[in-house]
Each structure stands twice: as C-alpha cells, then as structure tokens.
C-alpha cells in the first residue's frame, strides 16, 4: 500500500529536496505541498493523507497549531514535525499537538523514508536517544509542566511499563528489565494507550514525563 504524503514547509528548496528522496520509494507518494500551516491543514482536510511532514516555523500559522488542528478530530492523518532540534524550543509542543514524532532535518534520507512509514503504519517515532534528549532538553525548564496530571485506573505492572516506556526503552528491552516476553510488553502498552487515551508511543512518553514517572535525571 503507498503511503500518501503532504510537505509542509515554507522554504521550497526543502520541499523539493524532500520530495526527490520520496520519488525514490515505491511504497511513498507526494500528493500535496503546502507553504505554511494554514496550507497545511487545509490540503489534510482535502487530501487526507497518511503523513503530514509538518515544519514547526512558518508564517502565519505554525507548525504546532496546523498539527494540533489536523490531529483534533481523531482521524487517520499522522503528524510528523520537521525541525533542526538543536536550536528549537518548540518540539514539545508539537508533540503535546499531537504530532507522532519528529524528523531532524539533517538526518539521514533511509531515516526520514523510514519514519515515514513507521508514522503511517500508526506508531509513534520516538527512539531511545530521541526520548533521553526530550527530557533532557526540557524536564529542567523553568514553568509550570503544561497539562500536569495524575495516574489514574493502571495496575502496578501497567506503571512499571509506563516508567520504562518514558525512559525511552524498547519493547524488547522492557521485556528484558521485568523478564517478561516482547509479546506481554506489547500488551501493557496497548493497554496503556486505551487506559490513558494516548495516541501512540510518543504521547505515553510525555505522559511518563508530566506525571513525574520520568524526569531529567534518570
């Protein structure tokens, strides 16, 4: 199945430079490109494509209110955030948006094709480096956590996952940490997503971080 793709960016050269590397996949398609959020939310309305490859800074509308706006109604249409990560300080709030995970506009191009697919089979992009530095990069902000809340209804097993889920674990090494198989892991965090409406990994992980299960030094 091809999976269908909008750009968002504001400079074209990204764009174009994004849609050669997609041109080379078989299984990835362009449909739309679009210049800032408002675009950007609009072609998804239109176009209801699989992945939105959403940059955070343009004009007008940013990134962060497109993805909070394209992921409000619960569709099938999944965020990607585009960012340089280093000298950006808003990659939170994109995830809190909504946004399944984030691509680094440096990275490598078999990366990006492959978190696109990762995105649009449903799961959350987050890797274990991505999530320490997430927490890392803001746990020890000053402010108030946005959107504290509390664990409610998990059973003691369901918040030892949750915990190894905010560190940034894999599956298998969660199963390895509570010897238990990769199958069972699986299962508490798809109890977990159900439990506390989480859309996928990534919203698991800012769960684990808000609720303090997580923080900057572990």
């Known amino acids: 199945m091809t999976v269908r793709v909008v750009l968002a960016d504001d400079q074209p050269l990204v764009r174009t430079a994004l849609q050669m590397v997609i041109t080379d996949a078989p299984d990835i398609e362009v449909v739309g490109e679009a210049g800032n959020g408002a675009e950007a939310v609009e072609l998804a309305g239109s176009l209801e494509p699989d992945v939105v490859v959403m940059d955070i800074r343009m004009p007008g509308m940013d990134g962060i209110e497109a993805t909070r706006r394209i992921t409000a109604d619960g569709g099938s249409t999944h965020v990607v955030v585009l960012t340089t990560?280093?000298?950006?300080?808003?990659?939170?709030?994109?995830?809190r948006a909504g946004a399944a995970g984030f691509l680094v506009k440096d990275m490598a191009?078999?990366?990006?094709?492959?978190?696109?697919r990762v995105v649009a089979a449903g799961d959350g992009l987050i890797a274990p480096s991505v999530t320490r530095r997430l927490i890392e990069e803001f746990a020890d902000r000053p402010g108030p956590v946005p959107g504290r809340r509390t664990l409610?209804?998990?059973?003691?097993?369901?918040?030892?996952?949750?915990t190894l889920v905010g560190r940034g674990l894999s599956n298998a090494?969660?199963?390895?940490?509570?010897?238990?198989?990769v199958a069972t892991v699986k299962t508490?965090?798809?109890?977990?997503?159900?439990?506390?409406?989480?859309?996928?990994?990534?919203?698991?992980?800012?769960?684990?971080?808000?609720t303090g299960l997580v923080t900057a030094t572990q």
Do not use: C, M, P
């Open 85 to 95: 990560f280093d000298d950006d300080d808003y990659v939170y709030g994109a995830l």
């Open 109 to 116: 191009l078999d990366d990006i094709l492959t978190a696109i």
């Open 152 to 162: 409610n209804g998990i059973t003691e097993r369901e918040h030892e996952v949750l």
């Open 173 to 181: 090494e969660i199963a390895a940490e509570l010897v238990i198989s």
């Open 188 to 210: 508490y965090v798809t109890r977990l997503l159900t439990k506390l409406d989480a859309r996928d990994r990534v919203q698991l992980v800012i769960i684990a971080y808000e």
